[in-house]
Structure formats: structure tokens, C-alpha cells
């Protein structure tokens, strides 16, 4: 794990040019990294994965999504949370 977070350390740093700019690159991170923990919840939820032929006649499904901004340590960050068919979707991270 600690080669990765090396990795991308340095990807992060090759980018940015002032310390405003690593700021919005980790803020930009947090956001995609919270969005994809949303993802997999809701395939966990729905028992199968985004665009998998198994949600066909299952009972429920993806159904878009809904925006939400939230208060974090790094600021307001605006996510889009997705929603099931049933409107049985809870997610944990936030």
C-alpha cells in the first residue's frame, strides 16, 4: 500500500506548482475517491455491477442520481449519490 500512496505522491506533485494547487488536486482526489466508495456500495446493495447484464429483471436498479454537498475538513464537496429503483439505497460513508 505504501508503494501506492508513493505513486501517486508523486503523480500529485508532478502537476502542481503552488500549495493552492495541491490543495485542489487532494480536494479533487477526496471527491473522486468518495464517489467511487458510493459506487460499490451500490453495487454491493444491488448484488451485481454497474452495466452487468444480471441487474436485467432483478427488481431493482440503478436510477440515477442525486446531488449532495457536504462539509468536510477540506471544504464543501458536492457528490452525486446514486439512487435505486426501490429507494432502499442508504449509503455508509456519509
Do not use: W
Not at 460499490?40 to 452487468?52: F, I
Amino acid at each position: 500500500m505504501q508503494d501506492v500512496k508513493d505513486r501517486l505522491a508523486r503523480e500529485v506533485a508532478k502537476d502542481c506548482k503552488t500549495v493552492e494547487d495541491v490543495h485542489n488536486t487532494l480536494k479533487d482526489l477526496f471527491r473522486r475517491t468518495l464517489q467511487e466508495i458510493l459506487e460499490t456500495e451500490m453495487s454491493d446493495h444491488l448484488g451485481y455491477e454497474k452495466h452487468s447484464v444480471e441487474g436485467n429483471n432483478s427488481g431493482n436498479s440503478r436510477n440515477g442520481y442525486s446531488r449532495k454537498t457536504i462539509q468536510t475538513r477540506m471544504g464543501e464537496t458536492e457528490l452525486a449519490i446514486p439512487r435505486d429503483r426501490n429507494g432502499e439505497f442508504e449509503p455508509h460513508i456519509i
